[in-house]
Every structure is written in C-alpha cells, then in structure tokens.
C-alpha cells in the first residue's frame, strides 16, 4: 500500500499481488465454468468476481496489475484442480473413508 489517492476502506498494509479475494472469487467462478450444468452461475460469479476485482482498484486497495494477476492465477489453478480431479478423488475417498472409521464408529 503505498498511500496513493484516497482510501475507501481501512486496510492493514501488505503485500497485493495477487488479489486474494479476487483470486478467491474468480478460481469458483472458473471451476463452476467447467462444467456444463454450472455453467450459468459460473458465468454469473465471473461477472461478480471481475467487478469485486475493479472495485478493490476503485477501493485504492490494488493495482489493476493484481487484479490481472488473480485472473491468471485463478485460471491456472483452477484448470490443474479440474485436470487433476480424477486422481484428486481417489484422495478425497480415502480421507472419507478415514474419517468414517475414526468418527462414525
């Protein structure tokens, strides 16, 4: 935060690049894009995602640069998540699984 302009919003300093909320956003929206029956709520938190990004600009809380950068950030994880999820599941069953046995006995 470097005090330039006015801030809307009262913010303790650090690092912005990328935009975590508008990283957070945006790897939902993505994910929610992927699949054919989300599709239109994916669009719909695309939409709120970008316009959270301009108005944490708007805010004086973020460059445009972090927000571009969420948008990346966002898309390549979310693409690896979406490509990694068969072997991801495998996973999540087996933490299921555990926790089943510890828990619901």
Known sequence: MDKIGIFL?????E???PSDHTTFMLSIAFV????KQTRKT?????????????TRIYCGL??????????????ISS???????????KLNNLIINLYYKIFKK
């Open 9 to 13: 919003i009262k913010h303790t300093p």
């Open 15 to 17: 690092t912005s690049f």
């Open 32 to 35: 929610f894009l992927y699949f």
């Open 42 to 54: 994916g669009i719909m938190l695309l939409a709120l995602g970008i316009i959270g990004g301009l």
């Open 62 to 75: 973020h460059y445009p640069f972090d927000i571009i950068g969420s948008i990346l950030v966002a898309m």
């Open 79 to 89: 693409y690896i998540i979406f490509m990694s999820s068969e072997r991801l599941q």
